[in-house]
């Protein structure tokens, strides 16, 4: 049989029955009597035969087992079919009994039955789809072992696909190694993410629960965090973890092993063994995009900035670009304020003008400029397609798979072109306001092709700078800095 999803109870007075074929229909009209017919009693007559109220069970074919309930409504019967195996309430849409012969039709499965009332027995048959079988019901509820196998099976397994599309490779950041990367959960039923562990040669270096792992969850989907969402995996789309592991020592393990722990028809499942290999890659060391005092790290690596939870899907693949992207914007004596004067002015930024500089030797492959500048704080003067989104910009090739971008320069500050050679320090342009901006900054990258978007952000780091307190101050050496973080470059 199909599985059904809704009962309907519907009662046909005693009287109506099936005149031929699988599903029972009304007789067709007899001819008028030549005398006037009597007025119609206002009760339908009762059913005819014995009394077939209550529960019966049968099992078809030898092994679907169901529930039949026939209840009396006046003068007519309701009927409810439970194939238990399947879970389902099946509709019954007609029943007649007459002259102890039961008839119903189930018309959502194409099926019908017709059977002869024998005391605490129907033997009788059930067709579908045309084709005959003996059924028989007895009275009385179905056995307790048959409402045990008519339970909830549970699933064979967690029925969810895990997936790193981007192995990591160790960043240096605040004196600490740490490993960024993403889990790609794709659930074939709707299940709860309860849970992720992260060891490393079975020593554990990373649990995320409750609070802390719906901080790291999102649906990309929606745009929006757990604390939204829900820390659902839900079938109709991609959830993603966003990991930021934190090793106790430099050493840098081959393989990170995962145990995650779903909740499916209420039960928590467990996918013990999902490995992830580790690149065996220092991050590449490069000389700072910028000179000078005041620069704030906005947006900057951690696992909870803008940057790092944007997955862009161009060209048929989804990845972060923006990883490890920083958005450099300065600020003044009082560390707090990054401008002076009228604020719609890009010239009262303290940023405005700043020189870009080439963080290495390396050759030009993309140049944008013209992109009229925006009026901070308002809607870009242009419109924000893959051509303008990084406004004036430059991307060079520094060599071994890393390309880096520098973006939302001045209109017309550009000073290379594309195929030119440039050395570690020289100026590429002046921070500006153009592309997807709202004030003067420079936003610079580090990816693993020559493409603003369709990249992945790769770890890379800065020869020295020095950290304005009050977390991490001091100098820094061969490490990025982190999210919001204020440093000053040599």
Not at 91 to 99: M, Q, R, S, T
Request: proline content about 9%; hydrophobic content about 40%.
């Amino acid at each position: 049989m199909k599985r059904a999803h809704h009962a309907f109870v519907l009662t046909l007075v005693g009287g109506l029955v099936a005149c031929g074929g699988a599903t029972p229909a009304p007789c067709p009209a007899s001819p008028p009597p030549a005398a006037p017919p009597p007025v119609a009693s206002a009760t339908p007559p009762a059913p005819e035969g014995p009394s077939i109220d209550g529960p019966w069970h049968g099992v078809l074919v030898g092994k679907l087992h169901l529930a039949l309930s026939l209840t009396r409504q006046g003068n007519a019967y309701a009927a409810v079919l439970d194939s238990l195996d399947q879970g389902a309430k099946l509709p019954v849409d007609h029943v007649a009994l007459e002259g102890g012969k039961l008839r119903f039709a189930i018309a959502a499965v194409d099926g019908s039955y017709e059977g002869t009332v024998e005391g605490d027995t129907i033997q009788g048959t059930w067709t579908q789809h045309g084709s005959a079988k003996a059924l028989e019901f007895d009275r009385g509820e179905p056995p307790a072992d048959w409402t045990k196998a008519s339970a909830p099976k549970p699933p064979l397994d967690a029925y969810v696909d895990v997936r790193v599309p981007e192995a990591p490779s160790p960043l240096r950041a605040d004196g600490k190694t740490v490993l960024v990367y993403e889990l790609h959960l794709t659930s074939y039923a709707p299940a709860e993410l309860v849970s992720v562990d992260v060891t490393a040669g079975g020593h554990p270096l990373a649990h995320l629960a409750g609070s802390e792992l719906a901080k790291a969850f999102a649906h990309p989907r929606l745009g929006s965090a757990a604390e939204e969402a829900g820390v659902n995996l839900a079938p109709d789309g991609l959830s993603v973890v966003y990991m930021w592991v934190t090793l106790d020592s430099t050493k840098v393990p081959a393989a990170l092993d995962h145990r995650i722990v779903v909740k499916q028809q209420g039960l928590e499942l467990t996918i013990p063994d999902v490995r992830v290999a580790v690149r065996d890659r220092a991050p590449r060391v490069f000389s700072p995009p910028l000179h000078g005092t005041g620069w704030m790290a906005s947006n900057g690596p951690s696992n909870k900035s803008h940057h790092r939870r944007v997955i862009l899907p161009l060209g048929g693949h989804a990845r972060v670009p923006q990883r490890f992207a920083i958005d450099w914007v300065r600020l003044g004596a009082d560390g707090k304020t990054t401008f002076t004067g009228d604020p719609s002015k890009n010239a009262s930024y303290l940023a405005y003008g700043g020189e870009a500089l080439a963080v290495g030797d390396g050759v030009v492959t993309e140049v944008k400029d013209g992109i009229q500048e925006n009026v901070p704080q308002e809607p870009p003067a242009v419109p924000i397609t893959l051509e303008t989104v990084a406004g004036n910009h430059v991307i060079v090739d520094l060599g071994g798979g890393y390309f880096g971008l520098w973006a939302h320069l001045q209109p017309g500050s550009v000073r290379v072109k594309v195929g030119d050679h440039v050395r570690r320090g020289q100026v590429l342009g002046l921070v500006g306001n153009s592309g997807n901006s709202t004030e003067p900054h420079l936003h610079f990258h580090v990816t693993d092709a020559s493409s603003c978007l369709a990249s992945e952000g790769i770890p890379y780091a800065f020869g020295s700078f020095e950290v304005r307190g009050p977390a991490n101050a001091g100098r820094h050496d061969r490490e990025l800095p982190t999210e919001d973080e204020v440093v000053s470059f040599p």
